[in-house]
């Protein structure tokens, strides 16, 4: 039992340290790689070499008399199973979606293509045979990049897409684009190139299945976001299992950033081979095998012009892209460079016209899908990119450029000319708070006493608007989604006053489960270790979408926030009939029930809870017990934003990038824990600032991965950032009963615009270049500067 009489501060808001944090820190956590089932085998992929070939045949005798080989699987084995084709996940008209095999059965389509699988006693053994495995290859013409491949002539990934063009997509209006084009007193074009990004969560994706003959029920613990979405997908539309017969746990998740939203082939080899062999089957990924296996991020080829009047206001924008795809279309990746891309376009500002076409291409690389910020980043640095250029065009100063077209307060709700309605925004406290913050002033000054010298200062501002909580559920239904956007939410209070949350949102390192506490102590006003957090297992949670989009406090924190509310409207009733009075003279404050103006006729948390089970005194009619279950379906986004500042020094004799300094005002509405906030921001910016610096998915116009590990894909470490500088304004959002907007994506997808925006300012101050594509690395960016002194006619360093 416990005193709830003396708490009065709200949790809400609090900067508590996340109490997951001690399991995880001294290594007390439990992965899904932990976890040993008795009788179990391990499993190891036989993967392809090449970026196409036919599979002429596969030799299982060459290791199956091997010691410990259990079986080896292949893609008729796959076939005779009657296992379906992995589905996408969301449809666009017309959309090409060419058969996605857990197995390769005849032709494999990019390195990395599962061509068969292993089986043995140990991983040692498995990966041993798997290496040993005779596979007779032959390879086939291929291509790595979206334009090369809609060339005339180009090799066809799949004779079903035929130009290897997946869909075709445009959203806005591009008459009234061209009109504005027309009548502009200037316009301004860019070509980008937002390259391609690989994914590396701390822990690998890893799978272990079990299936129990005698109730024909399957168990599958897995590196999941969203376990009730694979569970939805396993069981309808890949492997025909009755839904409530397979569970899905994802026991502690090391990060996914995206890479473990989607439904890959692992998942589905190890049901199969558990049900086939009868025993417990494990794998898990060897980091070389997440380079060419788990679903990559970005590659877009893009084309924008901005146009605007002889005031500097913004008439229109045109964006075309070409979205590389990979080889196969996964479950969000139509939706990535459309509606998660397309309609951000529109940034913060007065856009009276936007027109914005996206073609879909097939190449032979790894699927590219969802990647922290999800098509987020790659509009925000379009579009920011363009506003720097445009800019420096007119002679404005950026930050200025942008204010003078920012979306005003009074303008919420803003209907944009891309369909979304932004809900609610401030954005020049933002940008002034992030010039004040940075001394903006002082920086330029810098900037003008170092031009000329060997080290040059550059000053990138960006001010970006995200759009998270995808909602409502029919509306995203209409756009083509296969899945519902609704979260669910099942309070269960105790005899003893205790209470288990359970949340269909899953944390993948989010603090789910210090900040769903949070919100409810607050609601039931009793201590917060009274209350623990329950997810990720199908087994044990009403149905969830998962954790993805920056959604869980906006959607499924609302589904919580709802449920306990009707906690504590039952808990009002009994406490109103135990004090004999009527409910409305009964108020909840300070932790207990009081009658109003009778401060010592009142009930704990712990009287109700007790009664509620106990069942003796309740009102007529009531039902016994105290749980709640809610299923909440939000009307509309919610739209987070902010200002970033990057402030790089380049060195001109070597070509070095500094990350100098960093910060950032971002507006997620009310902050649930500023602790935790400020830990997704930095991680974030992290990942934005290694793709504006460093990292890299480089292949070679066949479709050989050339980053396949840490010796060639460059990960920013702690040693090459600079401590940020990060505050906060409050805008809630009007859209959710708690005004929280996500926050968990902001840093990455301002960062990596930031960071390229002060690379080129420094670039354009120093050398006149107006654009250059991502990443800067040394050996680039000093290139640059030498061919631009050499063309001002200025003197080789050499």
Known sequence: MTDTESRTDKYFGQALKRKEDPRFITGAGNYTDDIVLPGMLHAAMVRSPYPHAKINGINKESVTDMPGVVAVLTGQDVKDAGIGSIPVGWLLPELKTPAHPAIALDEANHVGDIVAVVVAESRALAEDAASMLEVDYEPLPSVAFAGAALAEGAPTVHDDVPGNVAFNWEIGDEMAVKEAFNVAHKTVKLKLRNHRLIP?????????????????????????????????????FVMNIPEHKLRVISPDVGGGFGSKIFQYQEEVIMLLAARMLGRPVKWTARRSEAFVSDMQGRDHETETEMAVDENGKMLALRVNTLANLGAYQTLFAPAVPTYLYGTLCNGVYKLPAIHVKVQGVMTNT?????????????????????????????????????????????????????????????????????????KYPELRAEQQRMKGSNKILGVGVISYVEACGLAPSALVGQLGAQAGQWESSLVRVY????????????????????????????????????????????????????????????????????????????????????????????????????????????????????????????????????????????????????????????????????????????????????????????????????????????????????????????????????????????????????????????????????????VMDALWHECGIEHMDMPYTAEKVWKAIRASRAGMGQAADD
Not at 202 to 229: C, D, K, V, W
Not at 420 to 438: F, I, K, R
Not at 537 to 558: E, F, K, L, Q
């Open 200 to 236: 590396n969560a701390i822990e690998p994706r890893a799978s272990l299945a079990q299936f129990t003959p005698a109730s024909g029920e399957y168990l599958l613990y897995t590196t999941s976001q969203n376990p009730h979405i694979h569970r939805l997908i396993l069981a309808a």
């Open 366 to 438: 790894v699927p590219v899908d969802a990647y922290r910020g999800a098509g987020r980043p790659e509009a925000t640095y379009a579009v920011e990119r363009t506003v720097d250029a445009t800019a420096h065009a007119l002679g404005e100063d950026p930050a200025e450029f942008r204010r003078k077209n920012f979306i005003q307060p009074e303008d919420f709700p803003y209907q944009t000319p891309v369909a979304l309605v932004y809900d609610s925004g401030n954005y020049e406290p933002a940008l002034d708070m992030a010039l004040n913050m940075m």
């Open 495 to 758: 005899p003893t006053g205790k209470v288990e949350l359970f949340t269909g949102s899953h944390s993948h390192g989010q603090g789910h489960e210090t900040a769903f506490p949070q919100i409810a102590a607050d609601e039931l006003q009793i201590p917060i270790e009274d209350i623990d957090l329950v997810h990720g297992d199908t087994g044990r949670m009403p149905y969830g979408w998962g954790t993805y989009g920056s959604r869980s406090a906006a959607v499924g924190g609302s589904a919580l926030k709802v449920a306990l509310q009707k906690i504590t409207a039952k808990a009002k009733k009994i406490a109103a009939h135990l004090l004999e009075a009527s409910e409305e003279d009964v108020e909840h404050a300070d932790g207990v029930f009081r009658i109003k103006g009778a401060p010592d006729q009142s009930k704990t948390f712990f009287d109700v809870a007790l009664m509620a089970h106990l069942a003796h005194s309740l009102p007529d009619g009531m039902e016994p017990g105290l749980e709640a279950t809610a299923f909440y379906d939000p009307k509309n986004f919610v739209y987070p934003f902010g200002t970033h500042m990057a402030v790089v020094e380049i060195d001109t004799d070597t070509g070095k990038v500094d990350l100098r300094n960093y910060g950032c005002v971002d507006d997620c509405g009310p902050l649930i824990n500023p602790l935790i906030v400020e830990g997704q921001v930095h991680g974030g910016i992290a990942q934005g600032a290694g793709q504006a610096l460093w990292e890299e998915g480089a292949y070679d116009e066949d479709g050989n991965l050339l980053a396949a590990s840490y010796m060639e894909y460059t990960m920013p470490r702690a040693d090459d950032l600079p401590m940020y500088q990060i505050d906060h304004t409050v805008t809630p959002s009007p859209h959710n009963p708690l005004g929280v907007k996500g926050i968990g994506e902001s840093g990455t997808i301002a960062s990596s615009a930031a960071v390229a925006n002060a």
